[in-house]
Structures are given as structure tokens and as C-alpha cells.
């Protein structure tokens, strides 16, 4: 009951830090220190309940996948430009993953690293105060695709906030709000989707307790990516976004002095 708990609790916190921008995977390393848990498989449970934000996603976005969708196989060349264009911005993060799978995977058990990465999150955020407007381009050049699709692979240090830091860039290089949000998104979709269809085989050899404990954690991230979403794109267009950096600096800052001693 208590591993149950946990799960429901990480469940909650990763659906509410994917989305806002404040790192997931920072907070994933930083909460299960705090809970003092330790599921044994937790990078199945951890790409189980990324895999549930998906989820959040189709649901959030399922007019425009629908849209793109239809228009791919369709073949509308709108349809077709932009999903090229997350193919191209999606590239660099799988490079990175396959070139420096072991030097990242260490960086989640620094405190240090996450509290510094933190830090560095909350600048990135604040850089928004200044570009975030309600003017832009609806759709990315392929130039600020692969860029953005740069700073996606940068984001997969934990501590660096992958939404925060993508939709940072979409708005420096002039998209609006909305459009650097919505390819912020799809680009992560892509990435979680790759990372749950390399561990589908893995489901079939877990005991009936974790499938339990990502079975909880994965319906309490779903709901709780949702609100995180509505929240997100509020914070957008209301131009508040900038203000997650201070909770970024404040979390990062104790992190660091904790780390330290």
C-alpha cells in the first residue's frame, strides 16, 4: 500500500514537471530522494509514467494529430513539412541518447548536477519574459526545428526543463505562443513514444507489485499532465510564463546547498 502511494505521488509530480517548465526528470531524481524510493526497475516505472503524459498529449492535442495525421497520409504537403520537421528536431536527442547513454544516465544520481541544472532552467524561463509575445510564426522554419530539436537534446539532463527550454527557443526564434508549445509538444510525444516501444518487452517480465505501483503512477500522471497542460498554454498567453524561474532558481539553490553538505 505504501509502494502504492509512493507511485501515485511520483505519478503526480511527473505529470505536473513535464509540462510546466521545471524539469520532470529533476524532480523524479529529487522526489524519490525525499520519499526514499526505489522500485528496483525504476526506469521502466519512470518511462511508464512519461509514457502516460503521452496520453496527456493525444487527448490535449487531438485535433491537431488528428489533423496532421489525416494530412500525412493524405499526402497535404503542410501535413507533411511539419512532420519532417519533428523528424529533423527529433534527431539530435536520439543521437545524444545513443552517443552519451551512460555519462547522462550518471547525472541522475548527482544532486549537485540537478540543483546546478535547476539553476540554469530558471535563466532559460526568464529569457521569455522578453520574447514572449503574442505575435510569431504559426509554424517553424526547418533552421528552428533542428535548433529547437538541439536544445531538446541539451534538456535531457536532468534538472534542465525539456517543455521550458523548447518552447524558450521557438520563442526566441519568433514563433507565437501557441505554435512553440504545440511543436514543443508533438516533439515530446515522439521522444516518450520511442522510449515506450523499447520497453514494451520488458512489461512481460515484472512482477505483479510494479505493474501495480506504474499502473497507479501512470493514471495519477495522465490526470494530473492534463491540468499541467491547461495550466502550461494559460501561463503562455497570459505572458506569465517567466515567473516559473524564480521556483526554479528557489529549488535549484536548495538542491545545491543540500548536495553540499
Same mark, same amino acid.
Given at each position: 500500500m505504501e509502494d502504492t502511494i509512493d507511485s501515485i505521488l511520483l505519478g503526480i509530480v511527473q505529470g505536473l514537471t513535464e509540462f510546466l517548465p521545471v524539469?520532470?526528470? /529533476?524532480? &523524479?531524481?529529487? $522526489?524519490?530522494?525525499v520519499l526514499g524510493v526505489n522500485f528496483g526497475q525504476g526506469i521502466l516505472f519512470e518511462v511508464a509514467v512519461h509514457v502516460a503524459t503521452l496520453v496527456a498529449i493525444l487527448i490535449f492535442y487531438r485535433k491537431r494529430v488528428w489533423e496532421l495525421a489525416h494530412g500525412f497520409f493524405t499526402l497535404q504537403r503542410p501535413a507533411l513539412e511539419y512532420t519532417g520537421k519533428l523528424v529533423l528536431g527529433t534527431l539530435p536527442a536520439v543521437?545524444? $541518447?545513443l552517443l552519451l547513454r551512460d555519462l547522462i544516465e550518471q547525472q541522475f544520481d548527482s544532486? &549537485? /548536477?540537478?540543483g546546478i541544472?535547476? @539553476?540554469i532552467t530558471g535563466f532559460i524561463v526568464w529569457s521569455t519574459k522578453k520574447t514572449n509575445t503574442h505575435s510569431g510564426d504559426e509554424v517553424p522554419s526547418w533552421k528552428s526545428a533542428f535548433i529547437i530539436g538541439c536544445v531538446q537534446a541539451f534538456a535531457i539532463l536532468p534538472g534542465i526543463s525539456r517543455s521550458g527550454s523548447t518552447v524558450a527557443a521557438g520563442l526566441a526564434l519568433g514563433l507565437s505562443p501557441l505554435a512553440a508549445a504545440e511543436?514543443?509538444?508533438m516533439l /515530446?510525444? @515522439?521522444a516518450m513514444a520511442g522510449a515506450g516501444v523499447l520497453l514494451l518487452p520488458e512489461l512481460t517480465s515484472i512482477d505483479a507489485t510494479l505493474m501495480n505501483n506504474i499502473i497507479a503512477g501512470s493514471i495519477a500522471s495522465l490526470i494530473s499532465g492534463l491540468a499541467a497542460l491547461v495550466a502550461f498554454v494559460w501561463l503562455l498567453r497570459t505572458q506569465r510564463f517567466h515567473v516559473f524561474a524564480w521556483y526554479a532558481w528557489i529549488v535549484g539553490a536548495i538542491t545545491v546547498v543540500v548536495a553540499l553538505n
Amino acid at each position: 500500500m505504501e509502494d502504492t502511494i509512493d507511485s501515485i505521488l511520483l505519478g503526480i509530480v511527473q505529470g505536473l514537471t513535464e509540462f510546466l517548465p521545471v524539469s520532470s526528470s /529533476g524532480h &523524479l531524481v529529487l $522526489a524519490q530522494e525525499v520519499l526514499g524510493v526505489n522500485f528496483g526497475q525504476g526506469i521502466l516505472f519512470e518511462v511508464a509514467v512519461h509514457v502516460a503524459t503521452l496520453v496527456a498529449i493525444l487527448i490535449f492535442y487531438r485535433k491537431r494529430v488528428w489533423e496532421l495525421a489525416h494530412g500525412f497520409f493524405t499526402l497535404q504537403r503542410p501535413a507533411l513539412e511539419y512532420t519532417g520537421k519533428l523528424v529533423l528536431g527529433t534527431l539530435p536527442a536520439v543521437a545524444v $541518447a545513443l552517443l552519451l547513454r551512460d555519462l547522462i544516465e550518471q547525472q541522475f544520481d548527482s544532486l &549537485l /548536477g540537478v540543483g546546478i541544472c535547476l @539553476i540554469i532552467t530558471g535563466f532559460i524561463v526568464w529569457s521569455t519574459k522578453k520574447t514572449n509575445t503574442h505575435s510569431g510564426d504559426e509554424v517553424p522554419s526547418w533552421k528552428s526545428a533542428f535548433i529547437i530539436g538541439c536544445v531538446q537534446a541539451f534538456a535531457i539532463l536532468p534538472g534542465i526543463s525539456r517543455s521550458g527550454s523548447t518552447v524558450a527557443a521557438g520563442l526566441a526564434l519568433g514563433l507565437s505562443p501557441l505554435a512553440a508549445a504545440e511543436f514543443s509538444f508533438m516533439l /515530446g510525444m @515522439i521522444a516518450m513514444a520511442g522510449a515506450g516501444v523499447l520497453l514494451l518487452p520488458e512489461l512481460t517480465s515484472i512482477d505483479a507489485t510494479l505493474m501495480n505501483n506504474i499502473i497507479a503512477g501512470s493514471i495519477a500522471s495522465l490526470i494530473s499532465g492534463l491540468a499541467a497542460l491547461v495550466a502550461f498554454v494559460w501561463l503562455l498567453r497570459t505572458q506569465r510564463f517567466h515567473v516559473f524561474a524564480w521556483y526554479a532558481w528557489i529549488v535549484g539553490a536548495i538542491t545545491v546547498v543540500v548536495a553540499l553538505n
